[in-house]
């Protein structure tokens, strides 16, 4: 232990009588392992770390499944529950200790000041014990709190203390929630909140609100039909996921059999790791953009390595007294792998730092989506993996530099012409395979980027099939005990025109759902004159729209008309479809006039046949890469399925008459709070996130990438002028010109570029096919990024070379032999 404190005291001497050596190697490791660890952040905190939940290893996600349509992507055949459904899995299974289903809704608070619009979800009774959590006060659910007419709810810690002052004699007191009195159950724990996602549920209710439906309807609770549930569970010790799936996959087949004219095209059933649901689509991103900054960490050190070469040269006749002394080249060994040791560790300390500051910066960039940002932070994990990397990487980068050193013949270093040597020939070539690694893999992050960069903006011109510009988007909920269908309609009858009116606006509607939210209904239908069993229905997207709809929202009219005020509940039911929609069910004939009926309601006022009374653009539904698909749209004054989303195209900023709308809004009913105001262009540009994030986090890496590369050639090059001093004055009293020389050193640099280039290309063609999921319109062997980043590198290269070419050129011949 001692021997081992005297080579950190000596490391520390050395180091200290070198401080651009030491600044410039810590600060290039810290730029390396600060990268690193702040994007291990993120994969910790979204990919690694456990779920908040006892046991979260046995939480799992289920849906039905359904065999894939023509067209569609494998992950559009799992289907959400129905409640009849899921309460026979509920019985039936045999795998899970609890099965629990939910779904979100939206709620109104009142008589707690201002009217305030909530984010809650309607669950089943066993949802919490699923989970394993339970209230920090109250009760929990229970099956009696499934039927229709209780009204109970459970409140997020969060919202319990903005509205109700933390007042634990809440529980037990009555709410008013869009005008119905729900009973408060219990409050849940401040680290509690399910789903992950955004907006944060604020509360929960009971199944009995679907249980509940007004005279004439049927419940959701009894309609087979109506998919719409997401299902969690937690199994029983020792079931596994397979034998779980399987388990539900048994159900789903039989009830397929006992009800063929709902469940026909179920034919089985998916069972997933909630973590591994929850995280999606983000896994392979975070994947690739980790494995994009330990690449610019093996630059790093890569680039410290031939610095720790360079500096061994100059330390070669030190390093011969000390064997001379007696020194072994264990203990030699020992030593540098010690100063290299101690730089690592120096820089990590100094990489953690940086790593706080990218962190920041990065999460503004972060897309808002991405699951569990809430706990990315520097923890004891991610701390751990800092020091780790800071040790690998010293005895990665100091490893080479302290065998070479250690195998010097003492008596050839003492002797003078050394540099000249065929010792010093083999570090030429050993520095000059370091550039070339640097070059090839600083190519394939510059190749990944140039793919990501393309795909991007490929995403970007795309035709959403709308206008977006200029159009305010404003949401609002009529509660369903105060307003009926008819008084619904009513309210946008009178809201509309008020909202046209307002200074600044071009035209105002309203539509439900609209392009580019994750809301979506699926319902099937039937054509006149081609009637099918109604289990063999086809089925597309539907929509409802009012009066204006299509021309606020720029959506072309290609043929007949758009909805008028003339369309009410006593006139012809009417609707319109898509050109899509047209091409694919009444291919070579006009669609006009011809009728439809989609099954909306139960049977008897809703499911009435409905004419085509005009053909619209088709839009992009999803965002801007997903595929157009065939819809039609309903009246709104016809089939009031929702409370629409309220649209006004304005002539200057949307933003600006915000506060116009919410007046008048209040001024027709001030419990009606508008919430989820923006620009549609917002909801364009938040579509296009992820992409846009990992573009430009790639695009960051390659230029780091970039930048070592072109330091390390330009060390290599200067290191190579600093030893062939003697050569170039001899050759240049020889009578060589300064533009042999140039050309020498010229040809140095960029043979190794080149051949760092050729690595590149063959790495790029081995690895970036796994990017393929992540670009669109854009193969990963594109020729124009492949062409354009080898043009970048090439230049940069060139750059970095011209230097010390340029001072080999400009050696006085005498001078230099003179010191020699």
Same mark, same amino acid.
């Given at each position: 232990m001692h021997t081992l404190w005297q080579d950190v005291r000596f490391a520390v001497r050395q180091l200290r009588k070198n401080p651009g050596f030491t600044?410039?190697?810590?600060?290039?490791?810290?730029?390396?392992?600060?990268?690193?660890?702040?994007?291990?952040?993120?994969?910790?905190?979204?990919?690694?770390?456990?779920?908040?939940?006892?046991?979260?290893?046995?939480?799992? #996600?289920?849906?039905?499944?359904?065999p894939p349509r023509q067209g569609r992507s494998a992950s559009d055949n799992s289907v959400p529950a129905s409640f009849p459904d899921f309460s026979d899995m509920r019985q039936q299974n045999h795998s899970f200790a609890?099965?629990?289903?939910?779904?979100?809704?939206?709620?109104?608070?009142?008589?707690?000041?201002?009217?305030?619009?909530?984010?809650?979800?309607?669950?089943?009774? !066993?949802?919490?014990?699923?989970?394993?959590?339970?209230?920090?006060?109250?009760?929990?659910?229970?099956?009696?709190?499934?039927?229709?007419?209780?009204?109970?709810?459970?409140?997020?810690?969060?919202?319990?203390?903005?509205?109700?002052?933390?007042?634990?004699?809440?529980?037990?007191?009555?709410?008013?929630?869009?005008g119905t009195g729900y009973v408060v159950a219990g409050i849940m724990p401040a680290a509690f909140s399910f789903p992950v996602r955004v907006p944060a549920p604020q509360l929960w209710t009971s199944a009995a609100d679907d249980a509940y439906a007004p005279a004439g309807d049927k419940p959701l609770t009894v309609q087979r039909g109506a998919h719409y549930l997401e299902m969690i569970g937690r199994m029983k010790?020792?079931?596994?996921? !397979?034998?779980?799936?399987? !388990?539900?996959?048994?159900?789903?087949?039989?009830?397929?059999?006992?009800?063929?004219?709902?469940?026909?095209?179920?034919?089985?059933?998916?069972?997933?790791?909630?973590?591994?649901?929850?995280?999606?689509?983000?896994?392979?991103?975070?994947?690739i953009l980790f494995c994009a900054v330990l690449f610019v960490l093996l630059i790093a050190c890569v680039n410290v390595a031939g610095l720790l070469l360079a500096r061994a040269s100059k330390r070669r006749p030190e390093i011969a007294v000390r064997a001379a002394l007696g020194a072994s080249r264990l203990q030699i060994l020992r030593q540098i792998l010690v100063e290299s040791l101690f730089i690592g560790l120096c820089g990590g300390i100094a990489g953690i730092g940086l790593s706080v500051l990218l962190l920041k910066v990065a999460l503004r960039f972060v897309p808002e989506h991405l699951p569990r940002l809430d706990q990315v932070s520097t923890d004891g994990r991610v701390l751990a993996f800092a020091v780790l990397v800071s040790l690998c990487t010293g005895m990665l980068f100091g490893l080479l530099?302290?065998?070479?050193?250690?195998?010097? @013949?003492p008596s050839s270093s003492l002797r003078d012409g050394?540099?000249?040597?065929?010792?010093?020939?083999?570090?030429h070539h050993v520095h000059g395979a370091l550039v070339v690694l640097e070059t090839a893999l600083g190519l394939l992050l510059l190749v990944s980027s140039g793919l990501l960069i393309r795909s991007f903006t490929r995403i970007t011109h795309v035709d959403p099939g709308f206008a977006s510009h200029h159009v305010l988007v404003a949401s609002i909920d009529l509660p369903g005990n105060r307003y009926s269908n008819d008084k619904n309609v009513q309210f946008y009858n009178e809201l509309l025109p008020r909202l046209a009116a307002i200074p600044g606006v071009q035209s105002a509607s309203a539509g439900w759902p609209l392009p580019f939210t994750d809301s979506m209904?699926?319902?099937?239908?039937?054509?006149?004159?081609?009637?099918?069993?109604?289990?063999?229905?086809?089925?597309e997207i539907l929509s409802e729209a009012n009066p204006g709809f299509f021309?606020?929202?720029?959506?072309?009219?290609?043929?007949?008309?758009?909805?008028?005020?003339? @369309?009410?509940?006593?006139?012809?039911?009417?609707?319109?479809?898509?050109?899509?929609?047209?091409?694919?069910?009444?291919?070579?004939?006009?669609?006009?006039?011809?009728?439809?009926?989609?099954?909306?309601? @139960?049977?008897?006022?809703n499911d009435v046949y409905r004419e085509i009374v005009g053909v619209v653009g088709d839009v992009k539904r999803g965002d801007l890469t997903s595929d157009t698909r065939p819809e039609f749209y309903l009246s709104h004054s016809q089939a009031t399925l929702s409370s629409p989303t309220l649209?006004?195209?304005?002539?200057?900023?949307?933003?600006?008459?915000?506060?116009?709308?919410?007046?008048?809004?209040?001024?027709?009913?001030?419990?009606?709070?508008?919430?989820?105001?923006?620009?549609?262009?917002?909801?364009?540009?938040?579509?296009?996130?992820?992409?846009?994030?990992?573009?430009?986090?790639?695009?960051?890496?390659?230029?780091?990438?970039?930048?070592?590369?072109?330091?390390?050639?330009?060390?290599?090059?200067? #290191?190579?002028?600093?030893?062939?001093?003697?050569?170039?004055g001899v050759r240049m009293a020889l009578g060589a010109r300064r533009t042999d020389v140039l050309r020498l050193v010229l040809r140095r640099g960029l043979s190794l570029a080149m051949l760092g280039l050729v690595i590149g290309i063959l790495l790029s063609v081995a690895l970036t096919r796994y990017m393929a999921s992540l670009l669109y319109s854009v193969k990963p062997l594109d020729p124009v990024t492949m062409l354009s980043v080898t043009a970048i590198l090439l230049f940069v290269s060139l750059l970095a070379s011209t230097a010390p070419a340029w001072r080999a050129a400009r050696m006085d011949p005498m001078k230099t032999l003179r010191d020699q």
């Open positions: 600044l410039t190697t810590m600060l290039t490791l810290a730029l390396g392992i600060g990268a690193t660890t702040a994007i291990f952040s993120l994969v910790n905190a979204v990919l690694l770390r456990p779920l908040p939940f006892p046991e979260s290893d046995r939480l799992i #996600y289920a849906a039905n499944t359904r609890y099965l629990a289903a939910f779904h979100d809704d939206q709620f109104t608070l009142n008589g707690q000041g201002d009217a305030k619009h909530l984010t809650g979800y309607i669950v089943t009774s !066993d949802f919490f014990r699923a989970l394993g959590i339970h209230p920090q006060y109250g009760r929990d659910f229970l099956p009696e709190d499934e039927r229709a007419g209780v009204h109970i709810v459970m409140l997020s810690h969060s919202l319990w203390q903005s509205s109700f002052g933390s007042d634990p004699n809440i529980v037990g007191k009555t709410i008013n929630l869009g010790p020792g079931v596994t996921v !397979d034998q779980a799936q399987a !388990d539900l996959a048994v159900i789903v087949r039989n009830l397929a059999q006992q009800y063929p004219d709902t469940n026909k095209k179920m034919n089985g059933a998916v069972v997933v790791p909630e973590l591994e649901h929850m995280v999606g689509n983000t896994r392979p991103a975070l994947r530099p302290a065998i070479r050193i250690s195998k010097m @013949d050394t540099r000249t040597s065929s010792a010093s020939r083999q570090q209904m699926t319902i099937s239908f039937e054509i006149e004159g081609r009637p099918v069993a109604k289990s063999d229905q086809p089925s021309k606020t929202l720029g959506i072309p009219v290609k043929e007949g008309r758009e909805f008028t005020d003339a @369309d009410t509940r006593t006139s012809t039911n009417v609707i319109i479809v898509t050109e899509k929609f047209a091409r694919k069910y009444f291919p070579n004939e006009n669609p006009i006039g011809k009728r439809i009926k989609p099954g909306i309601g @139960d049977g008897s006022t649209l006004l195209r304005t002539y200057g900023d949307p933003a600006s008459i915000a506060g116009a709308v919410r007046a008048e809004v209040a001024a027709m009913d001030k419990n009606i709070p508008v919430y989820d105001v923006h620009r549609f262009d917002d909801m364009i540009s938040s579509s296009v996130a992820d992409p846009r994030f990992q573009s430009m986090l790639l695009t960051f890496f390659a230029a780091i990438a970039l930048l070592l590369s072109a330091v390390g050639l330009y060390a290599v090059l200067s #290191y190579m002028v600093a030893q062939r001093t003697l050569e170039i």
